[in-house]
């Protein structure tokens, strides 16, 4: 755990790279196999925007990352943070209460208050507004969320207490679990089911791409579905009758468009057209 730890505070850049260029190609080869939906899409042309969002929030992170190794610096030098005030544990303990916290409050308290706040919700659209929703769909965020994303992230850091190495894992498991629970895979629905009692699956996170509430407000987590579970916003619905996008923006070539999708969060604001009936599973 110590070498894990070591090797994520100085990880090269190049390898973060390959971790994003790797979870993307690993699941895009996944979902030419067991394809959960056989959309009638061109791929290279759904991913084109979504490839475009990658980059800028590859961007606004590589811009704002001197913060985080500041913070994380501070708050070790200075005893600060709930891991920090704790009394002495296994380092493996040490590094999953990390990792936990950080992905409670830079995923899915970050997400949830996305969907709480109209404003946010707004800018939050863009991710919602793909159709298709695939692997390349876990980082199709416009500029602006990019930037909220990271300063939860960055308030986690400086609450939590957690080490620039624990930061950079929590970092990269988050971007891989995103790619997985997006992916357009259809898993053994028992196996699904296991996963998501700790981790979020591809089938629980479909769920929070379904076009109507309340299901879109719902499974908000990242890396674990714990979260959800905890604070009764864990909701199951059939894979196969889940409908992707948002009701009220159903524009498929607009939000298809770079052009449309940068200007989405300057729209205004939409009421949902009505709650669908909740069904049970």
């Not at 699941?27 to 991913?47: C, D, I, Q």
């Not at 988050?174 to 296991?194: C, T, Y």
């Not at 939000?255 to 449309?260: A, L, P, V």
């Amino acid at each position: 755990m110590e070498a894990l730890i070591n090797y994520f505070e100085t990880i090269p850049s190049l390898h973060r790279s390959l971790i994003l260029v790797g979870g993307i190609t690993f699941f895009w080869v996944l979902e030419g196999a067991v394809p959960l939906v056989r959309f009638s899409y061109k791929k290279w042309n759904h991913a084109l925007p979504n490839f475009f969002f990658t980059l800028t929030t590859i961007i606004v992170n590589f811009a704002l990352a001197f913060l985080l190794l500041k913070t994380a610096d501070w708050t070790i030098d200075n005893d600060f943070g709930i891991i920090n005030w704790l009394p002495q544990m296994p380092l493996w303990v040490y590094v999953l209460l990390g990792v936990l916290l950080l992905d409670f409050i830079g995923a899915y308290l970050a997400h949830l208050t996305e969907h709480r706040v109209k404003p946010l919700w707004m800018i939050h659209l863009v991710h919602h507004t793909d159709h298709n929703v695939d692997t390349t769909t876990a980082n199709r965020h416009h500029p602006l969320e990019s930037v909220i994303r990271f300063m939860f992230t960055l308030f986690g850091v400086f609450l939590v207490g957690t080490p620039i190495g624990i930061v950079m894992l929590y970092q990269s498991l988050s971007l891989v679990a995103s790619q997985f629970g997006h992916a357009n895979i259809k898993l053994p629905k028992k196996v699904d089911k296991m996963i998501s009692y700790v981790f979020v699956s591809p089938d629980m996170h479909k769920v929070h791409h379904h076009y109507k509430l309340p299901y879109t407000d719902s499974n908000y987590g990242n890396i674990f579905s714990i979260w959800d579970r905890i604070f009764g916003t864990y909701m199951q619905y059939d894979r196969d009758a889940i409908i992707y996008g948002v009701d009220t923006f159903p524009d498929e070539v607009e939000n298809s468009s770079i052009k449309g999708l940068l200007k989405q969060p300057f729209h205004t604001y939409r009421k949902p057209t009505g709650i669908e009936k909740v069904e049970s599973v």
